[in-house]
């Protein structure tokens, strides 16, 4: 019976939907002819519906420069200038910063009255022992064995020491992300409207591309890792916060009435009740602030952070691309393994074999204590044991670098062919497509279908961002991105889209996907550029590939979860109904996965923008690259638009799509 | 059995949502009429509730889904606050009250159990039997012998050390049973505690229960939707029903006189002589009775057999042991059949 109501629909259910349908074709239809003939016409038009009259225009960047020159040299809140509290500050974070470097790498300088004294780092054998036990301790045999075998990478490659300067850079930010994460999420959590502005700072926060924060972050907080670590928690602190917000908030609300009942001050149900069952969920935002912080690090090299970062920022630099290579590779390793370690602390519960106290109970952790500190003690008395052999460390060197020129020659001609063959046919009629429309005809195209969305108020919010775009006289650039991201996210799709359905058919299909999108999904940004430069060189084809293998893990991920999840009964009852596979799949698995397979593609544009920003590294020409030009020139407010024009340009994607989902989803009385 | 002084009072608790419900804490309940309240869009959840609980009884509160008896019970432990009315439990009027005066009756003497178990996760057993212990600073070693003679109370030693997701879902109630006794509350609240368990553990720990009351004599507040349940361990039961508390009265009384046609429709699948006493059944006594007397508090039930194989009545006693009259065949034949009550 239902399966017959699913695959013929009765007239009047037919009828609606049917006619939902139509109407959002003509009117996406109307909408596109009229696009082109005001592209094609444009000629015809006033010269301010094509691009603002430079009188529109007004400079915000100067303003902006002035003021932040202002407030970080000259602003003083009382006696206290800002510059000295926001120095202040720094130097609070650099302390643990340089002990905690000190200690893995570089070593310390105690002042002592007769002098200071040299304390030798932590020695590697040491350090790689004890994560090996550590790995062990969470996460069973096979990680410890991964620790071991990514230490012994760095340790003979020559990388060990950029290794630790990187771990280093990313325990501290995590640590303060975690702090300042999980309070603000419990405010959120406590004073509900707190929540809906600090989620529109935190959608600003995570779209806002790292380079263009950079340098009012150095105004501020002064030159070197200090800054790159406030970066760094800008970048990586919002999901730890929201997780925290949502794992509140999904308590059972007896849980709460517990504390109630209990007795309990507004600090212990904060600190015995509420935190501690959301325990879970809090850990899932956690292994998120790892995986980005390890991600930021890596870009927050441009502005000298140093570590495996800096390595491949050279090597791409003098085209040694051997170094980038084994760099990139180290820091892909350290992603897996901090990501397999993080995850696993996550899924870790309880057992009752495990209570017992001290010592006894956590036998491995102590351990690994132990060797840490007779390490640091026989660095300190015995040299020899200070560094790894250097006799034993050796780096593939000018081999890879051949071998990636050879290749480079070898493939150029077919590499090429596909390449100019895309850009000629694809990439070069897109862009010139897309500058070609008049901006006012752009503008009132998403006002309309942010009104079709959603309503006048996101019509509005959408107007006023493409407004601050046109009149800051980003218009041009912010296209030449959109053309970008959407080429990108449109073959993204189309690649992910069929594997996810196919995936979905299979659970042993199914399990080798996931892996694959798990893997990739643990990779910074930074290292999606090294095989791509490689293999394609400089400029808009190879940006897109990295966009496009970025963004592909949601694109595929999302419509695999969204079919696979569709209740079995409703398969069983479409088999029952006689479909074949085509038909269940055409008729009741997609539809039913759809508003996943919507979601799917607001994420598969969301990565694809946040890859746009690092692509300024290949020599895109869009926003993203004067974001970029924004931190060599130290041009703090035309870096600041134009990192701003990228986040409104993603934010107003992933809004109209997901509003859009929603309404498509009540009028076809799917909920 | 029951001590007469009230320990809790309702007096026209009224609970209402919706938008500007607060402001209307000052209203005369007298207004507040369906149209009055659908004009606004507000929802009564509990409407105009008067009743008195008294010490040491077991207080049953039973209706259905969306009838209120969750809300009226979170109004009586001060987690939602009444709209309308006053809400006494001992000397101390629930509306308005000090949020410190509250957190002290909570920690000493009200207690409640949750239907979802409301477990801490990350503790044992014994910590979460500890945990109001802790919260009111009890030192470790204390509340920790506290918690083991809770966990004995309610037959999980041996399991001290589990954490909840290694139990079953009756011994997590048992612990969420033992951590709302930690702190030997008077009144102890049970939201619809066994309604998440099995048939078969749900009667087990029915008994369990009234085991525990039987050494215990607390006041006793508990949620049901089971109307069988109810019967099984009340002392009186309210019922309600659209917010409303509809009628109140002993099981008896509410299979002998159920106020409207929802109560009897509860009543009527309800075997009698498992709720009728032997004195509800009681005529004048005839010059022959055989044997020696029947409690007039005597389950008809437990006595049926007994009357059934005698001739002549059987003699029906009070407390005192006075003869107050004698019940016949025919008569416990008729309340076994559910023909006639009366």
Redesign the interface.
Known sequence: MMMAALIRRPPPAASAAGRARMQAAAAVLGLILALVLAALWRDALPAWVVRPPKGWLFDLAGPVNRFLAWLSQEAAIGPVTVKGLTRGIASGFALPLDLLQGLLVKGIDLPLPGGTLRLAALPWWALAAAAAIFGHWVAGRRAAGLVLATCGYFLVLGLWEAAMQTLASVAVAVVVGAILGIALGAAAHRWPRLDAGLNLVYDVMQTLPVFSYLVPILLFFGFGPVAALIATVIYAMPPMARNTTLALRRLPASVMELASMAGCSPRQRLFLVLLPAARQGLLTGFNQLVMLSLSAVIIASVIGAGGLGNVVLQGLKSMQLGRAFEAGLGITLMAIVLDRLSHAVALRRPAHGNQRAGLRRHPALYGALAILVAGLAAAQTVPALRDFPEALTGSSGRTLDNFFAWANVALEAPIGAVRDGVVRHLFRPAKEALLALPWLAMAGLVAVLAYAASGAALALACTAMLGFIALTGYWDLAMTSLYLVGISTLIATLIGFPIGVLAAQGPRLGRITALVIDTLQTLPTFVYLIPVVMLFGLGDFPAMVAIVLFALPPAIRYPMDGIARVPKSLVEAADMAGCTRLQRLALVQIPQALPEIMLGLSQTILMAFGMLVITALVGTRGLEQETLVAVSKARVGEGLIAGLGISFLSIMADRLITHGSARLRRRLGQG | MSDTSPIIRCQNVWKLYGPGAEALSGQSASRLDDAFLAARGLVPAVRDVTLDIRQGEIFVIMGLSGSGKSTLV?CM???VDTTLGDLWIGADNLRGIEAKRL??I??RR???V?????L?????VLDNIA??L???GMGREARLKRARELAELVALTGRE???P??LSGGQQQRVGIARSLTTDPEIWFLDEPFSALDPLIRHEMQDEFLRLQGTLHKTIVFITHDFEEAIRIADRIAIMHDGRVVQVDTPEGLILNPADAYVAEFTRKIPRHRVMRAGSLTRPAPAQTEGTPVPATALVADIAARVLASDRPVPVADEKGAIIGAVDRDRVIAAICGTDAA
């Open positions: 979170r432990t001060g987690l957190v002290d909570r920690r009200i207690s409640m949750f239907q979802d178990f409301a801490l996760p990350h503790l044992t945990f109001p802790r919260v009111q050390d589990r954490f997701h290694e």
